[in-house]
């Protein structure tokens, strides 16, 4: 009756079992880390062995500040080109492929059953593919560097159970945004989440990932979408490696269950500066914005982008806001360029960025003064988290930011 | 090495001034994103703990202080800065209703202790002088003598934080201590 958390833990753990709360040493299929695998290196020199256990689980990608956008940043991305080189990591991606998140998925680093850790909160992203994937800190990556493993306290699950159809301009983000609401930020703490239902299978790649990418912000330290034929293709065409899939048993225990029904849906919208301050969107539609912004890990995919594309074709952007677009991959990217979905958006005034994490976690690229608001499809609106703390982000579908990016106002997509 | 920043371990009985925060504290306040391009000066980072939304905590606050708050601290990011700055600040100790799981574990990771405590920003007020016993698992309020629980580390997760964070543990684990 175990759980899929418990199933993969007790296999990375080469235990027949395990139990709920109970401390397992695990091996690691996968370590993914960014521009903050800077932090890795010095604590790895710290930790003092030469070599990394396994040059070919290690897998970087830059994403948050490129091009760096200071000196300082250009330092950092070259101090770790000179260690990718040193310790032979097989897996670099330089700052030409996207977000880290949507690249490892790309090139098939992400697969059923297996356990992958990352330097980056939204590594939950991954559990869309049946993959462990959970995010740690630099210092205990540079500890997966040396020895290959890590500890896990065996997590409780949550089923969460999702039937029914969409409306027209309801998704995933709508979904995931009710669904923190009702939990709450730290509603599913330490928790290993599990999306079942037909609405979830019925769901794209795409769309699944922002399910489990957003779990994060309700405390989960993973969030599986069961791995079905779609999951399997997916991961088939991008990679050679062998991997088992693993389903939770039908009497699996479950801490809590939540079940939702997707056809009585309304747009929802996070409103500042909580993730899980949800409301439906006629509830502040109206409200001015100054920025308007689609992409990230969370929704910068081609289906994002084809959705916002088909709403603001042969439209204006609004004179007074800004919108920005963030393809989440060079391969969305051309993808979305060869569509049309591009020429869509910039004709219609959309300013298009490189591929990245843009100005999502107040790095750099299109952040916001004192008063201003914006409207984005991002993961997070913590005070002043995009610029000013003075600032207000509020998040939303890309169908809803793209609706009020024509407006210059927070609208319903109708 | 040079700087031995993971340098001894970690005092199980500790002694200081609460300042105190509440729910959902999360890490771009403890440790704003725009200082991320700082990765390794970890002096560097501790000047900026709070400060773009509770500038007064650098003006406040003095190392030997114990943080006090409510649920979910720390939720969000992974940015392990969040817990270096407040190492490097001198914060003796955090300790808060619930944590979020990846800034609970890079506290322990780099010997900064946090304790779980239910129920314990109701009881403490700011400047209150309290003691936390981390191996007795309670915390004692010295302005009313009151004794509060705490939820004990597990004892292999207790053996990283006392060895002084996962550094120190790994080194002497994997016999690279000189």
Same mark, same amino acid.
């Given at each position: ?414 | ?53 509770? $500038?007064?905590?650098? %003006?406040?606050? &003095?190392?030997? !202080? *114990? @943080? ?5 601290? +720390?939720?969000?990011? #992974? ?38 405590? $239910?129920?314990?920003? %109701?009881?403490? &007020?700011?400047? !209150? *002088? @309290? ?5 007795? +698992?309670?915390?004692? #309020? ?37």
């Amino acid at each position: 009756m175990p759980t899929i958390a418990e199933k993969i833990l007790a296999r990375a753990a080469k235990r027949d079992q395990v139990k709920t709360n109970e401390i397992v040493m695990a091996k690691v299929d996968v370590a993914m880390s960014h521009e903050n695998a800077d932090v890795v290196i010095r604590a790895f020199k710290e930790i003092g062995l030469k070599k990394v256990w396994d040059p070919e689980r290690i897998v970087i990608i830059f994403d948050h500040r490129i091009p760096a956008e200071s000196e300082k940043s250009a330092a950092t991305h070259k101090r770790i080109r000179e260690f990718v080189k040193t310790q032979n990591i097989k897996y670099f991606y330089d700052m030409r492929e996207g977000i880290c998140h949507q690249v490892l998925a790309e090139f098939g680093h992400c697969r059923p059953g297996e356990i992958l850790v990352g330097t980056d909160s939204h590594t939950t992203t991954h559990g869309a593919f049946g993959t462990f994937a959970a995010g740690i800190g630099g210092t205990e990556m540079a500890g997966v560097w040396s020895t290959g493993e890590i500890w896990f306290k065996v997590p409780e699950s949550m089923k969460i159970t999702v039937h029914g159809k969409f409306k027209e301009f309801i998704s995933a983000k709508d979904l995931i945004l009710f669904i923190i609401g009702q939990l709450g930020s730290d509603g599913a703490d330490y928790m290993a989440v599990e999306f079942h239902g037909s609405t979830i299978s019925e769901m794209t790649i795409a769309s699944r990932m922002v399910l489990s990418n957003l779990s994060m912000e309700m405390g989960a330290k993973v969030a599986f979408i069961l791995p079905d034929e779609k999951t399997i293709s997916f991961v088939r065409e991008r990679t050679k490696k062998e991997f088992t899939a693993v389903l939770p048993d039908r009497d699996a225990q479950y801490a809590r269950s939540l079940d939702v029904d997707a056809a009585s849906l309304r747009s929802q919208i996070a409103c500042p500066h909580a993730v899980d301050n949800v409301k439906k969107v006629r509830e502040v539609s109206g409200l001015k914005i100054n920025q308007a912004l689609i992409g990230s890990c969370t929704n910068g995919r081609l289906e994002d982008l084809k959705v916002a594309a088909s709403i603001i074709e042969g439209k204006n952007v609004h004179p007074d806001v800004r919108l920005l677009i963030i393809p989440a991959s060079r391969r969305i990217y051309l993808d979305a360029t060869k569509a049309g979905y591009i020429e869509t958006l910039v004709k219609a005034g959309g300013l298009v960025l490189n591929p990245g994490c843009g100005p999502c976690l107040g790095a750099h690229q299109g952040l916001l003064a004192a008063g201003e608001r914006c409207i984005a499809t991002t993961n997070r609106n913590f005070q002043g988290r995009m610029g000013s703390s003075d600032a207000e982000v509020y998040l939303a579908s890309p169908a809803t930011v793209a609706f009020s990016a024509i407006k210059g106002e927070i609208t319903e997509p109708c | 090495m040079k700087e031995m920043f993971y340098n001894r371990p970690k005092p199980l009985h500790i002694k200081g001034r609460v300042y105190k925060f509440g729910d959902n504290i999360n890490t771009d306040i403890i440790y704003p994103g725009k200082y991320l391009s700082i990765t390794t000066e970890r002096e560097e980072m501790a000047r900026h703990c709070f400060e773009t939304v509770y $500038p007064e905590f650098l %003006k406040i606050a &003095e190392p030997g !202080d *114990i @943080i006090v708050a409510g649920r979910n601290f +720390g939720c969000g990011s #992974s940015r392990e800065q969040a817990a270096t700055c407040l190492k490097y600040f001198g914060i003796s100790a955090v300790v808060a209703e619930s944590f979020a799981r990846i800034f609970y574990r890079n506290a322990i990771n780099l010997g900064l202790t946090v304790v779980i405590a $239910p129920g314990i920003s %109701k009881k403490l &007020e700011h400047n !209150d *002088i @309290i003691e936390v016993d981390l191996k007795m +698992g309670i915390i004692i #309020s010295k302005k009313n003598r009151e004794e509060l629980k705490t939820i004990r580390l597990p004892s292999s997760v207790l053996e990283i934080l006392s060895a002084g964070g996962l550094v120190p543990y790994l080194r002497k684990k994997l016999g690279v201590e000189q």
